[in-house]
C-alpha cells in the first residue's frame, strides 16, 4: 500500500494535464481533471496497487481480471473514449460515438501528461502516439475520434507541443462557434 506515492504521483499528472489544458484553451475543464481519482472507490486500488511506471488500474485488473477503480473513472471522466459509448438502436448493440472536440483535447493533454509523468526523463513527443499505435488495433473508439487523437498526437511528433497546442485551442474554438 503507497497512499503518499500514489497521492503525489496522480496529483503530479493532474497538474500537468491542468498546465496543459490551460495551453489548449479549455482551461476551466482541466481544473475538473481526474477529481474522482481522489474518491475511495478509485484512490485506494489506486494505492494499493501502485507500482509507479504503470497505471495501477493495469495491476488491479490482472488480480481480479477487471478494474472497479477503473470502471468508476471512465465512468465519470468525459475525457475518456470510453465514457462515449451508447445504445444504437439500428444495430442494436452498444457502440462508441464521436467525443466533442473539447474532451478530445482534453483526452490528448492526459496522454500527454501521463506518458511525461511515466516516462520522465526519457519522455519525448512520439512516446504519446507510440502508447496510441501500440494498442489502436484493440480500442473500441469512434473511427473519426480515433483519426482526430491520432492526428493531434502525430502533429506533436512532428512539430512539437508550440505548435500543437496552438492548433488544438483554434481547432476547439472553431467547435464552440458552432
Avoid at 473519426?144 to 497546442?165: C, P
Wanted: aromatic share 14%; proline share 5%; charged share 30%.
Amino acid at each position: 500500500m503507497h497512499p503518499i506515492r500514489h497521492f503525489r504521483t496522480i496529483t503530479r499528472h493532474r497538474h500537468a494535464v491542468i498546465r496543459h489544458c490551460f495551453r489548449a484553451g479549455i482551461g476551466f475543464q482541466g481544473l475538473r481533471h481526474d477529481l474522482s481519482k481522489y474518491l475511495p472507490s478509485e484512490f485506494l486500488p489506486g494505492a494499493r496497487f501502485y507500482q509507479g511506471t504503470r497505471s495501477p488500474n493495469e495491476a488491479e485488473r490482472e488480480q481480479y481480471g477487471y478494474s472497479a477503480a477503473w470502471l468508476h473513472h471512465k465512468g465519470r471522466n468525459k475525457h475518456h473514449f470510453e465514457y462515449w459509448t451508447d445504445y444504437n438502436p439500428t444495430e442494436r448493440r452498444v457502440m462508441p460515438v464521436r467525443m466533442p472536440r473539447r474532451y478530445v483535447a482534453e483526452m490528448f493533454c492526459d496522454r500527454v501528461a501521463a506518458s511525461k509523468i511515466y516516462q520522465g526523463k526519457n519522455y519525448t513527443d512520439e512516446h504519446p502516439l507510440f502508447y496510441f499505435l501500440r494498442g489502436k488495433e484493440r480500442r473500441v473508439i469512434h473511427p473519426d475520434t480515433s483519426d482526430e487523437l491520432e492526428a493531434l498526437l502525430t502533429m506533436l511528433k512532428e512539430k512539437g507541443e508550440d505548435q500543437t497546442f496552438a492548433y488544438l485551442k483554434q481547432w476547439v474554438r472553431e467547435e464552440i462557434k458552432r
